[in-house]
């Protein structure tokens, strides 16, 4: 990921109900969830969800699946790996031990 893109991703989650949506994709896992569940879920009007979602489809976080007259969507799990992995280059000057409690923090217990 490049400083542009990192800005891109940055700037979409720099809204409330983004930041909501992609949080709650990410606690849904890979069954993902339809916009509806989310607007339902987050109490948005399906209108504003799908301006919401369309900002962080294009700024790689999230990634959608038709699925009939439906649509699934999913936190883009290598957007976000892209996102942390720029924030976290050249961390800690050549002390990558200092970074590991992040590391440590951030990682899957699953």
Do not use: H
């Not at 409330?16 to 969830?33: C, N, P, S, Y």
């Amino acid at each position: 990921m490049d400083r542009n893109d990192a800005l891109g991703a940055f700037s979409a989650l720099s809204q409330a109900t983004r930041l909501d949506v992609f949080r709650l994709l990410i606690k849904a896992g890979e069954g993902g969830m339809s916009a509806g569940d989310i607007s339902d879920t987050l109490g948005v009007r399906q209108n504003t969800m799908s301006t919401n979602l369309g900002v962080l489809a294009r700024s790689g976080l999230i990634r959608s699946e038709r699925e009939g007259r439906s649509i699934r969507y999913f936190a883009d799990m290598n957007g976000m790996r892209g996102l942390l992995a720029f924030l976290m280059e050249e961390c800690c000057g050549g002390r990558p031990d200092l970074c590991q409690p992040v590391i440590n923090e951030i990682a899957c217990a699953c």
